[in-house]
């Protein structure tokens, strides 16, 4: 049984924000947030794996009432720090629509490589910390999914653009 759920990205950001959990967006949404037309239904984020962030985000995460996606229903899982810690990437569907949780997102060092390159974005009712393009680009690269490739050439221009607007 699948349930529905309403893509609500600036909720999610705004429970995150609350909880004040140190996390980088990435993924499609931080993709079109550097202007990448590329549609994307989900909220992918980096985490800092810290144990007091790991707290916060199972606060944030229990808001959203989240549940395991793709895995049988029946299946226990107890969403808390400790459970967070055990793991590194995490996939959900939430009030807010369906959110990835990374540690170590291929193509990077996780969190602190992220964030030290991120750019602050204010989205009108949230500010996030959005991964940078190159960054964007060489996690898009290490994933090798082929629905990734598409994006990359997308980013990839996007980057270029910039770097001519630059000069």
């Known amino acids: 049984m699948t349930t529905e759920r309403q893509f609500d990205p600036i909720r999610a950001l705004q429970t995150l924000n609350r909880h004040g959990v140190a ?3 990435i993924g499609g949404f931080a993709g079109k947030l550097h202007g990448s037309p590329a549609l994307t ?3 992918d984020v980096c985490y800092a794996r810290d144990p007091a962030n ?3 985000l199972a606060a944030a995460l229990g808001e959203l009432h989240p549940i395991l996606r793709g895995a049988p229903p029946d299946i226990p899982f107890r969403l808390d720090a400790r459970t967070l810690a ?7 569907v939430t009030d807010a629509g ?9 193509g990077s060092n996780g969190f602190e490589e992220l ?3 991120a750019i602050e974005m204010d989205l009108g009712e949230v500010r996030v910390r959005v991964a940078a393009l190159e960054d964007l680009i060489a996690m898009k690269r290490a994933s090798g999914r082929p629905r990734d490739r598409a994006h990359l050439e997308i ?3 996007l980057r270029d653009e910039a770097d001519r ?3």
Do not use: H, K, S, W
């Not at 055990?86 to 959900?92: K, L, N, P, V, Y």
């Not at 369906?98 to 291929?106: M, R, Y």
């Open 86 to 92: 055990a793991g590194d990437a995490f996939t959900f």
């Open 54 to 56: 790991l707290e916060r």
């Open 165 to 167: 607007a630059d000069q």
């Open 41 to 43: 239904v989900d909220i």
């Open 115 to 117: 964030a030290r390159n």
């Open 98 to 106: 369906d959110l990835d949780i990374l540690g170590t997102p291929a």
């Open 23 to 25: 996390y980088v967006l």
């Open 155 to 157: 980013l990839a221009a």
